[in-house]
């Protein structure tokens, strides 16, 4: 198996607790996104579930801008 650090397209070296913080902030993006889109095609109230989408993505992007490399932003 390959190491994940060996799969980062960046020069920049992270540490091991980052790669779980972002892991971890990545799934609650994606789970927070999964609920959203739920609720919003089955035309229940989406007030809360597209707030807290949008809180989780913006921690998302400003822990990559502040601890990663400015090309982590591009995917």
């Given at each position: 198996m390959i190491p994940l650090y060996l799969l980062h397209v960046t020069t920049v070296e992270h540490?091991?607790?980052l790669l779980w913080?972002?892991?971890?902030?990545?799934?609650?993006?994606?789970?927070?996104?999964?609920?959203?889109?739920?609720?919003?095609?089955?035309?229940?109230?989406?007030?809360?579930?597209?707030?807290?989408?949008?809180?989780?993505?913006a921690i998302n992007y400003i822990l990559i801008a502040i601890f990663g490399d400015i090309f982590d932003l591009l995917g």
């Amino acid at each position: 198996m390959i190491p994940l650090y060996l799969l980062h397209v960046t020069t920049v070296e992270h540490s091991e607790s980052l790669l779980w913080t972002f892991l971890i902030c990545n799934i609650f993006v994606v789970t927070a996104g999964i609920v959203f889109i739920y609720k919003l095609f089955r035309q229940k109230p989406v007030r809360t579930a597209g707030i807290t989408f949008a809180i989780a993505l913006a921690i998302n992007y400003i822990l990559i801008a502040i601890f990663g490399d400015i090309f982590d932003l591009l995917g």
